[in-house]
């Protein structure tokens, strides 16, 4: 029998510290296998509420500083909607100085009068978070989004209807604006871990009332929906979590294929034109899913819109091959012009004025 092979090379790393536990070293190793989260040596903006989530965060991103070389400073907004808010706001900027973290609270002055509000409340965080991102020149902002506001985001959005890109959310990272994104490197997590890693690190929790409100869909969804998921199909909200984690991976990595499948369907642009068009026949011979797929992808990397599915589909009839030449306007100026074998795109900008967009 033959010796069994030496171990595969790995990354030294330092030993963890003491105080690390189990959940310390899961987000270090997803930290390492995915560099561009949260960049060693980066300054980190973290919205904290208050609540077991966003403590979670901040007690494992503080474990975990030291060896990721990242400078935290915090943020809380206080939306005023109870009255002890400020008292919470207040606590929680002395708890944080108490452990040398830097924190910045801002209170929603011009809230909408009656109660509380998810979006516009939502809204004003992440235009505050945005500014403060670029005053002190951070480029990640991080949240304590866990994989149950994931599962809860999947139903919502399977309920209201969306794409599949819609249901792969949330997003570990999103851009946020310009250069600053959005990170949630809690996505791994459940709600109920969080409050264990609270009680096992010692963190403060300031509960929210307003996690209970049944105005908030969102509440809903976690309070009524998930639990009888949960007890028909125990672990319903873990497997809700990762059919949204598979669809983004697999979204992400769609682009590939389509740029190899669109690959052998370009064709030379008419020539004042200039840019690429696409071959007529062997795209409409497609399934027409397929023929969807494609269409969508090259109209998007073009003109940077998504069209709806209706849109696609009463293109892609106009474009069948009994149907003869045409045109047709998109939005944002563009045009989109077929002849029996070639399609191609022009925009506003280069044609002359009579002929634009009325
Ligand atoms: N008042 C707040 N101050 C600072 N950060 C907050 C506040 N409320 C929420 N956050 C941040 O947003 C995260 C998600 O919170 P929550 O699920 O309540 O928001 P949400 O409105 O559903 O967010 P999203 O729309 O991005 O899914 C928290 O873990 C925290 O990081």
Redesign the pocket.
Known sequence: MSAPPPPPPSTPSPAAPADWGADHLHLHRLLRRQPDLLPAGSPLL??????Q??MA?VGLLSGLRRLHGWTLHL?????RWRAESEQQARELEAWAGQRGLPISVDTWQDAPDGGPR?AP??QW??DRLRALASDLQVARV????TAS?RAE?LLLNLARGSHRRGLAS?RRRRPLSGGIALVRPLLGIRRRDTARICRELGLPVWPDPS?HDPRFS?NRVRGEVLPVLEALHPGAEGRLAELAEQLAEEEDAAGELLDLALAPLIARGPGEIGDQALRRRPLTRLERANQRLLLQHWLEARTGRRLSRRGLDSLLDRLAPARGPGQADLAGGWRLHWLRTTLWLSHDADRPPDDRHP
Request: charged share 25%; no cysteine; aromatic share 8%.
């Open positions: 973290l919205a904290v509420s208050g609540g989530d966003s965060l943020w809380h907004g206080d939306h998810e409340a939502r965080r992440y991080v949240t304590g989004h506001d985001t949330l996690n969102r």
